[in-house]
């Protein structure tokens, strides 16, 4: 299993950026995904996820209504569309997969997780 993310870049207050992760070594229709970010001395936390099929997302409260999350089960993608960006969204950010089924509330933490990218960077300039 690979997980390939891109997409990140330089981009002033209040631009736009999307970022995609490629998924391969298996179809991932049924598995959650989510997005994570870890900025320059803080830990590792929670951006947005959705369940297998997309029905279901979740945001964490500093991204809702600027971000969002979207997947391609077709081309087994996922997707972070990112508007109105902020200094502060400047982080690594990372895709990650679920392998198991976890349950919808789970998905926000690092530890649902079985496979991550590599990360891309998002920087944020004032």
């Known amino acids: 299993v690979q997980l390939q993310a891109s997409g990140g870049g330089l981009v002033q207050a209040g631009g736009s950026l999307r970022l995609s992760c490629a998924a391969s070594g298996r179809t991932f229709s049924t598995n959650a995904m989510g997005w994570f970010r870890q900025a320059p001395g803080k830990e590792r936390e929670f951006v947005a996820a959705?369940?297998?099929?997309?029905?279901?997302?979740l945001y964490a409260d500093p991204v809702k209504g600027r971000f969002t999350i979207s997947r391609d089960n077709a081309k087994n993608a996922v997707y972070l569309q990112m508007n109105s960006l902020k200094p502060e969204d400047t982080a690594v950010y990372y895709c990650?997969?679920?392998?198991?089924?976890?349950?919808?509330?789970?998905?926000?933490?690092?530890?649902?997780?079985?496979?991550w990218g590599q990360g891309t960077q998002v920087t944020v300039s004032s």
């Open positions: 959705t369940s297998g099929n997309g029905a279901r997302t």
């Open positions: 990650a997969v679920d392998m198991g089924h976890t349950i919808y509330s789970a998905m926000r933490y690092s530890s649902t997780y079985d496979y």
